[in-house]
């Protein structure tokens, strides 16, 4: 698929087609390309926990308040912030870091699954104590984004954006917006 029909293909799955595995491959290429996204000083302050039992996505479930629909996905895949792979050169800024290749890794999955046909939601609505416990994160790490991933069982149409002119400014934050000068 080109770029940028990739981009435009991706949307929030919030059903998957029953008994539709990943297929192996498909789902080395998009972790092969999680692990190619930049991160702070190529440190990777992050691990993914890829996650297939029922009972435990049950429980992934139950931690994002309930958002049963992850279940019907064949496959979750958690990205947690390693704080302390990052804090090891970049002090303060090291939670930052950590959270921001997390979720640079996540981005890129969502795209490498589009790219590949697959469906995708980021969850990011979760308890952290319960998600921590269900994923079995350790202190010092935080469960940043929870990737649910399948072959679509339905095709949503785009959500709409904000106006340019809003989003992006000239200058300074509350510059002139895009478009205006
Ligand atoms: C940080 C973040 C948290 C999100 N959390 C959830 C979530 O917990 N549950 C959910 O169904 N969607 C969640 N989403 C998906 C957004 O609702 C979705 O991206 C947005 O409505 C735009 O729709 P689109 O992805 O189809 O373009 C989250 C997205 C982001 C980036």
Request: aromatic content about 8%; some cysteine.
């Amino acid at each position: 698929m080109e770029f940028f029909e990739t981009l435009d293909a991706r949307h929030s799955i919030r059903k998957y087609v029953e008994g539709a595995p990943v297929d192996a491959d498909a789902l080395s290429k998009i972790l092969e390309y999680c692990n190619a996204a930049p991160s702070a000083g190529n440190l990777q302050g992050y691990r993914v926990v890829v996650v297939r039992d029922a009972e435990q996505k049950a429980a992934v479930a139950e931690a994002a308040f309930g958002q049963t629909f992850v279940t019907s996905a064949p496959v979750l895949l958690a990205f947690v912030a390693d704080f302390a792979t990052s804090a090891a050169r970049y002090g303060d800024r090291a939670q930052l870091y950590a959270i921001q290749d997390a979720s640079i890794a996540a981005t890129t999955a969502c795209y490498a699954a589009a790219a590949l046909g697959l469906g995708t939601c980021w969850i990011g609505a979760f308890d952290d104590g319960q998600m921590a416990k269900a994923l079995g994160v350790p202190d010092g790490s935080r469960p940043v984004a929870v990737i649910a991933l399948g072959k679509p069982a339905h095709t949503p149409s785009s959500r709409s954006r904000r106006p340019l002119a809003d989003l992006v400014r000239e200058g300074t934050y509350d510059g002139p917006g895009y478009g205006a000068v």
